[in-house]
Nanobody, 121 residues
């Protein structure tokens, strides 16, 4: 089954940037669509962004369009989320997930443990 491990979260001031990474171990993700999701305290887990298996297609939630960029490096078995112009409302635990198909939408069945992103005002 393998695992997905997120990293790169932390505390940043509003307007700042962070880059999240999602590294896969014990499995390959090169044939899977991948996604980022986030969950704020007391709220449901929300979709943030997704990328197709080759990286040719991406999709974003309206709330992050123009600020976040999803990418992947299949040679490194890793996916990224570059987050710019961060806002306090971006504060959440961010999760990466592997889809069962090559393109989004797809069923995301494998999840990482999450990384905390906190944006201070």
């Amino acid at each position: 089954q393998g695992q997905l491990v997120e990293s790169g979260g932390g505390l940043v001031q509003a307007g700042g940037s962070l880059r999240l990474s999602c590294a896969a171990s014990g499995r390959t993700i090169s044939s899977n669509a991948m996604g980022w999701f986030r969950q704020a305290p007391g709220k449901e887990r929300d979709f943030v962004a997704a990328i197709s298996w080759s990286g040719s297609r991406t999709d974003y939630a309206d709330s992050v369009k123009g600020r976040f960029t999803i990418s992947r490096d299949n040679a490194k078995n890793t996916m990224y989320l570059q987050m710019n112009s961060l806002k306090p409302e971006d504060t959440a635990v961010y999760y990466c997930a592997a889809g069962s198909g090559r393109f989004y939408p797809t069923n995301f069945g494998s999840w990482g443990q999450g990384t905390q992103v906190t944006v201070s005002s």
